[in-house]
């Protein structure tokens, strides 16, 4: 009987939150005393051990920002379809690719429309594109890891066709999820390292980086490759074409409650030159484009090459870091767990990210465990490193839930934690699902939580004038949020 009155409140707070009055009108008072009952109904959430209160509860509470978020990962693959069909491409029945004329496909073309007409097509394609319905039923299909990295290959010739329409779908699902900012991985600096060397040049630039030794070695070489590209014109007018590229997308993003910044990336599966590529030309843009706040690295990174050339990636973000100081630095590392790849290879990948990489966030982290001397490794991470924990993309590509993930060790040893999504389209949820997993699973305080929305902001890589602004935001939507919760907590515990 109590439940079915709490059902009945709930949803009559649900109906009054969108009719919410401005930020400016509403009085707010005792929030001292309404956070205090706010954590009082968190706890008995938690306690009552039910998921669709507390899926409420977590998708009301402001949540600050997704610092580790994929553009073409976080659109889903219905708008996907949508962008074809306006493209006027087709759907392989046989493969589910795209193809962008009637004389391509290898065998009959679909138009999006006759995709969703075709149910037996269309949840094909959506457990293709995404991580949909994997695990309901038996079926031919890659492993998890597998298939998570291969939808990208799917949907790869559709996500860059329209970035400014899907930036604002991004923006609107944020605003109804209570964000205030994003930051995305939108894509790299595209230079075709053949147009600035030829053949012989190129082989041998990359086996000069796969045998150097020590940092000073691959300092050497990356000084001469340096100087080629930014003496040339071509180069700088790359860089400025996709600065002004991304301008363009971004108009009409930023307003008085919400902001979206990038960052630019290198491909790590790719031959030493081309990442060494990526990456210059991602440091520069960043240097002339403040919407550009950091330089990440991307792939699998069990990947045979990934694996090879880890250190000697290290080593191009510290020679980097050199050149470009205040270029902000987040790396996917620690992406593994034990039987993905050869012991040794646990050992080390957080550690070089943080002592030769200087990254000053580490996306996922999830091997800590096996890292060598990892003690001293997180006292060290929680002076300067703040760890983006990925819950729902670790369990399906990893295998790692529960007691499993690394998140309780992070905790205890006071490591900055923020909660993110990483490719919420391809992953089928979004920020407040992961904090949902958060709470469900390991059961943190209330204040806990609340620190975690709070270093989205701290961590991120906007400027100070930004993050105080989003801050003195973040402090006002806690007060309303908690001052509609303690009221509703309140009423539901006269019910009872």
Same mark, same amino acid.
């Given at each position: 009987?109590?439940?079915?009155?709490? +059902?009945?409140?709930?949803?009559?707070?649900?109906?009054?939150? =969108?009719?919410?009055?401005?930020?400016? &009108?509403?009085?707010?008072?005792?929030?001292?005393?309404?956070?205090? /009952?706010?954590?009082?109904?968190?706890?008995?959430?938690?306690?009552?051990?039910?998921?669709?209160?507390?899926?409420?509860?977590?998708?009301?509470?402001?949540?600050?920002?997704?610092?580790?978020?994929?553009?073409?990962?976080?659109?889903?693959?219905?708008?996907?379809?949508?962008?074809?069909?306006?493209?006027?491409?087709? $759907?392989?029945?046989?493969?589910?690719?795209?193809?962008?004329?009637?004389?391509?496909?290898?065998?009959?073309?679909?138009?999006?429309?006759?995709?969703?007409?075709?149910? +037996? =097509?269309?949840?094909?394609?959506?457990?293709?594109?995404?991580?949909?319905?994997?695990?309901?039923? @038996?079926?031919?299909?890659?492993?998890?890891?597998?298939?998570?990295?291969?939808?990208?290959?799917?949907?790869?010739?559709?996500?860059?066709?329209?970035?400014?329409?899907?930036?604002? $779908?991004?923006?609107?699902?944020?605003?109804?999820?209570?964000?205030?900012?994003?930051?995305?991985?939108?894509?790299?600096?595209?230079?075709?390292?053949?147009?600035?060397?030829?053949?012989?040049?190129?082989?041998?630039?990359?086996?000069?980086?796969?045998?150097?030794?020590?940092?000073? *070695? =691959?300092?050497?070489?990356?000084?001469? $490759?340096?100087? $080629?590209?930014?003496?040339?014109?071509?180069?700088?007018? /790359?860089?400025?074409?996709?600065?002004?590229?991304?301008?363009?997308?971004?108009?009409?993003?930023?307003?008085?409650?919400?902001?979206?910044?990038?960052?630019?990336?290198?491909?790590? =599966?790719?031959?030493?030159?081309?990442?060494?590529?990526? +990456?210059?030309?991602? @440091?520069?843009?960043?240097?002339?484009?403040?919407?550009?706040?950091?330089?990440?690295?991307?792939?699998?990174?069990?990947?045979?090459?990934?694996?090879?050339?880890?250190?000697?990636?290290?080593?191009?973000? &510290?020679?980097?870091?050199?050149?470009?100081?205040?270029?902000?630095?987040?790396?996917?590392?620690?992406?593994?767990?034990?039987?993905?790849?050869?012991?040794?290879?646990?050992?080390?990948?957080?550690?070089?990210?943080?002592?030769?990489?200087?990254?000053?966030?580490?996306?996922?982290?999830? *091997?800590?465990?096996?890292?060598?001397?990892?003690?001293?490794?997180?006292?060290?991470?929680?002076?300067?490193?703040?760890?983006?924990?990925?819950?729902?993309?670790?369990?399906?590509?990893?295998?790692?839930?529960?007691?499993?993930?690394?998140?309780?060790?992070?905790?205890?040893?006071?490591?900055?934690?923020?909660?993110?999504?990483?490719?919420?389209? !391809?992953?089928?949820?979004?920020?407040?699902?992961?904090?949902?997993?958060?709470?469900?699973?390991?059961?943190?305080?209330?204040?806990?939580?609340?620190?975690? !929305?709070?270093?989205?902001?701290?961590?991120?890589?906007?400027?100070?004038?930004?993050?105080?602004?989003?801050?003195? *935001?973040?402090?006002?939507?806690?007060?309303?949020?908690?001052?509609?919760?303690?009221?509703?907590?309140?009423?539901?515990?006269?019910?009872?």
């Amino acid at each position: 009987m109590f439940r079915r009155k709490i +059902l009945i409140f709930l949803f009559m707070f649900l109906f009054s939150l =969108v009719n919410l009055p401005a930020k400016g &009108n509403l009085n707010i008072s005792n929030s001292a005393s309404n956070m205090q /009952t706010t954590s009082k109904f968190y706890e008995s959430l938690l306690k009552d051990d039910n998921e669709a209160f507390l899926t409420l509860f977590l998708t009301q509470m402001p949540k600050g920002g997704d610092l580790h978020h994929h553009f073409s990962g976080s659109i889903y693959a219905e708008t996907y379809l949508d962008w074809i069909s306006k493209k006027g491409w087709y $759907i392989d029945k046989c493969t589910l690719h795209i193809v962008k004329d009637k004389n391509g496909g290898k065998c009959e073309l679909l138009t999006p429309a006759q995709v969703l007409q075709d149910n +037996l =097509v269309y949840r094909k394609l959506l457990s293709a594109w995404s991580d949909k319905d994997f695990k309901n039923h @038996y079926h031919e299909q890659a492993a998890p890891d597998a298939n998570f990295f291969d939808t990208f290959s799917y949907f790869g010739a559709i996500s860059h066709e329209y970035i400014a329409r899907g930036l604002k $779908i991004l923006k609107n699902r944020a605003l109804k999820e209570n964000l205030s900012y994003i930051e995305t991985m939108i894509g790299r600096v595209y230079v075709n390292k053949k147009d600035y060397f030829n053949k012989s040049q190129i082989a041998n630039y990359d086996h000069l980086l796969v045998v150097a030794k020590t940092q000073k *070695d =691959v300092d050497k070489i990356l000084e001469k $490759i340096t100087k $080629i590209y930014l003496k040339n014109k071509k180069f700088n007018t /790359t860089v400025f074409d996709y600065i002004s590229k991304l301008n363009s997308y971004h108009l009409g993003i930023d307003d008085s409650h919400f902001l979206m910044r990038f960052q630019t990336s290198a491909v790590r =599966v790719l031959d030493p030159l081309s990442v060494f590529t990526n +990456l210059l030309a991602g @440091y520069e843009a960043a240097k002339k484009s403040p919407l550009i706040v950091g330089v990440n690295i991307l792939a699998p990174e069990n990947n045979p090459v990934a694996l090879a050339d880890y250190t000697l990636h290290m080593r191009m973000y &510290n020679y980097l870091l050199r050149l470009y100081p205040k270029v902000h630095r987040a790396l996917h590392a620690g992406e593994l767990t034990i039987g993905m790849v050869r012991p040794k290879n646990l050992t080390f990948h957080i550690r070089q990210a943080v002592e030769i990489a200087r990254a000053e966030r580490i996306g996922h982290g999830v *091997d800590l465990p096996y890292e060598d001397h990892p003690l001293a490794l997180l006292k060290e991470m929680k002076k300067k490193v703040a760890v983006e924990i990925n819950f729902t993309s670790n369990q399906f590509i990893l295998g790692v839930k529960g007691d499993q993930h690394p998140y309780l060790i992070y905790s205890m040893y006071g490591v900055p934690i923020v909660i993110c999504t990483d490719d919420s389209g !391809v992953s089928r949820d979004n920020l407040s699902h992961e904090y949902l997993i958060l709470a469900s699973r390991y059961h943190p305080t209330y204040a806990r939580v609340k620190k975690y !929305v709070y270093n989205s902001i701290k961590y991120s890589f906007l400027n100070q004038k930004e993050k105080v602004k989003l801050q003195k *935001d973040l402090d006002v939507r806690f007060q309303i949020f908690e001052k509609k919760m303690a009221m509703l907590y309140k009423k539901l515990l006269l019910q009872k």
